[in-house]
């Protein structure tokens, strides 16, 4: 079973950065694609990006530009690197293992506690 920690959060101005980072146990790290997801209140949780274990990666259009996903399969961690942040970012972010189903990523069913972001003046 797979177990996921992430951290990083915060409290950032408009335009401000961040990096999240998430430590994942229970999987063979190296050969799994990781992905980020964020929860903002009263919506849906909604994928953010992933990294595939070959280490391709696929960003939310909402994100492209702005964030940057990586992985360290020696740490088994995978980050998040966030610029330019808007207030419609704040939401509680997560990661992930998955894989993909055709054009779709699955994540597994268990996730963690997430690490808040809030994007504020």
């Known amino acids: 079973q797979v177990q996921l920690v992430e951290s990083g959060g915060g409290l950032v101005q408009p335009g401000g950065s961040l990096r999240l980072s998430c430590a994942a146990s229970?999987?063979?790290?190296?050969?799994?694609?990781m992905a980020w997801y964020r929860q903002a209140p009263g919506k849906q949780r909604e994928l953010v990006a992933v990294?595939?274990?070959?280490?391709?990666?696929t960003y939310a259009d909402f994100v492209k530009g702005r964030f940057a996903i990586s992985r360290d399969n020696a740490k088994n961690t995978v980050d998040l690197q966030m610029n330019s942040l808007k207030p419609e970012d704040t939401a509680v972010h997560y990661c992930?293992?998955?894989?993909?189903?055709?054009?779709?990523?699955?994540?597994?069913?268990?996730w963690g506690q997430g690490t808040q972001i809030t994007v504020s003046s």
């Open positions: 229970g999987v063979i790290f190296r050969l799994t694609a």
């Open positions: 992930n293992a998955g894989a993909y189903y055709g054009a779709t990523f699955r994540a597994l069913p268990n």
């Open positions: 990294i595939k274990s070959s280490g391709t990666t």
